[in-house]
């Protein structure tokens, strides 16, 4: 069996899935509306019913080819960040999907063959093998009708798990469907959605504000107020909620997004810096600086919940795992990254890096943590199951932020000292272009469909934007002072 490689299908799956499933989606409606089309008893309707079978026939021979494929080549794996659950329920619901595809086209064509009318396909009539028996004939067409109705059922409920992937969790599920070709009306999709989404958040440490840029024109929308010193900022997947760090103020600021307002805080210690957010939303982490502790904040009830002290003095950033499980801590002054079990509530490892780790990035599947270690100018890979660094990447001079595209193919490392971002190819890790942006680029975020890069350029006090497939700078867009990060949703 052939494995698709990476995080989405083939191009091949993808077409047939949306050329076939589009087409009976069609068919199911125009089985349904057949007495409204052609009433029975007229004379046309002999005509429609056969137009209606040749569509059918044609539909069964397309899926098995479409099944045949499937059993050729394997699918992508669920993401981790999946639950179980939900997992087998999308297994099940996609076989049940498949058995109705080939059940209710077969159905309508035994119950035609045990009729006096048979098929005639495309006017052609087809050899009838079952003689006329209308008990047989009401037994199959009945059972045509039941899985008609079983089959939209299923088609429903698949578009409305698929619609909530896309528009709220965004955790990129739908994307592993979509045709690249077909892109541009996905992004129109997700400008479309909560709050005319997707925006890039924008911490301004000098001015205590977040700058809000809608990415679809890259232009500043708004400010909000959000502090003294504002720095680690994450939004909740259903774009309502910011949480930012107040570095003075020793303390998380909730903003509600809707009203682009500040409407609460959460204590943290002195000096929080970096915060992450869990796939689910459910959690927010914290790094606090002075104490050592990585703070979580549940959420649901916006206060502070539990608190996990780790071993590395001075922690800057705290990154979930793609599947939630784990948070790692990258530790300024302890050369190391700590590993957070969020199930345990406790360190379960410390992972040796270069001076002064900074940015911490995943890839899509979870299977690879990049780390930027500022003081040793390289990139430290590490496996996330065996919780060991496999290599170290020559990176620009004091090298800080990480992003990974979506697609898992490049890793993004903004070097603050050489006022560039480097390109690394995550399949050979080398390095395979350098774009220069503004002074002192430090942390970064990727538009959701992967198109753009943005750079928060500290020393610049601006955002610049880069394209994230051709890796060339295209736009500067000016924020407050010292802009620290961004976030996008």
């Known amino acids: 069996m052939h494995t698709t490689n990476g995080t989405r299908y083939g191009q091949v799956a993808m077409w047939l899935h949306w050329v076939i499933g589009l087409a009976l989606l069609a068919q199911i409606v125009f089985g349904f509306a057949l007495d409204a089309i052609v009433p029975r008893g007229t004379p046309a309707r002999a005509g429609v019913i056969n137009l209606h079978k040749s569509i059918g026939l044609l539909l069964l021979a397309l899926v098995l080819v479409r099944l045949a494929w499937r059993l050729a080549h394997r699918p992508p794996a669920w993401p981790r960040s999946l639950p179980p659950a939900a997992q087998r329920a999308a297994t099940w619901g996609h076989r049940a999907l498949y058995a109705c595809m080939v059940a209710l086209p077969l159905a309508g064509y035994v119950a035609s063959n045990f009729s006096q009318h048979g098929v005639k396909f495309f006017g052609t009539p087809l050899p009838p093998w079952g003689p006329n028996l209308p008990a047989v004939y009401a037994f199959f067409n009945g059972l045509h009708v039941v899985l008609g109705w079983a089959f939209s059922l299923l088609i429903a409920g698949h578009v409305a798990v698929a619609l909530w992937h896309l528009l709220w969790r965004r955790d990129r599920l739908f994307q592993r469907m979509w045709p690249a070709a077909l892109a541009g009306g996905l992004a129109l999709v997700a400008v479309g959605s909560v709050q005319a989404a997707p925006f890039a958040y924008v911490p301004n440490e000098g001015s205590g504000s977040l700058s809000v840029i809608d990415i679809a024109s890259d232009q500043v929308v708004a400010e909000i107020m959000v502090g003294k010193k504002p720095r680690g900022t994450v939004v909740t997947p259903d774009g309502r909620y910011a949480y930012v760090s107040d570095q003075p103020g020793n303390r998380l600021v909730i903003v509600d997004l809707t009203k682009r307002l500040a409407t609460g805080e959460v204590a943290l210690g002195e000096s ?107 990139v430290y890979v590490i496996d996330t199951r065996s919780l060991a660094v496999t290599a170290r990447l020559k990176a620009g001079s004091r090298s800080n932020g990480i992003a990974v595209h979506p697609n898992g193919q490049w890793v993004y490392v903004s070097n603050g000292g050489a006022a560039s971002v480097s390109v690394i190819d995550a399949r050979t890790l080398d390095t395979v272009a350098t774009v220069l942006v503004g002074q002192r680029p430090w942390n970064m975020a990727l538009s959701p469909d992967g198109a753009k890069l943005y750079v928060a350029c500290g020393r610049s006090g601006s955002v610049v934007v880069v394209d994230a497939l051709r890796h060339t700078r295209l736009a500067e867009i000016p924020v407050g002072k010292l802009p620290w990060g961004v976030a996008i949703r």
């Open 272 to 378: 929080p810096e970096g915060v992450g957010i869990s796939p689910d939303g459910r959690w927010v982490v914290a790094a606090v600086e002075e104490s050592n502790d990585v703070v979580f904040v549940d959420t649901v009830a916006q206060a502070r919940a539990f608190v996990v002290k780790v071993s590395g003095k001075n922690p800057e950033h705290a990154v979930f795992s793609p599947d939630g499980r784990l948070v790692f801590v990258s530790a300024e002054e302890g050369e190391a990254v700590n590993v957070i079990d969020v199930a345990k509530r406790a360190e379960v490892a410390r992972i040796p890096v270069g001076a002064r780790p900074r940015g911490i990035g995943f890839s899509p599947d979870g299977g690879r943590a990049y780390v930027a270690a500022e003081n040793a100018d390289e």
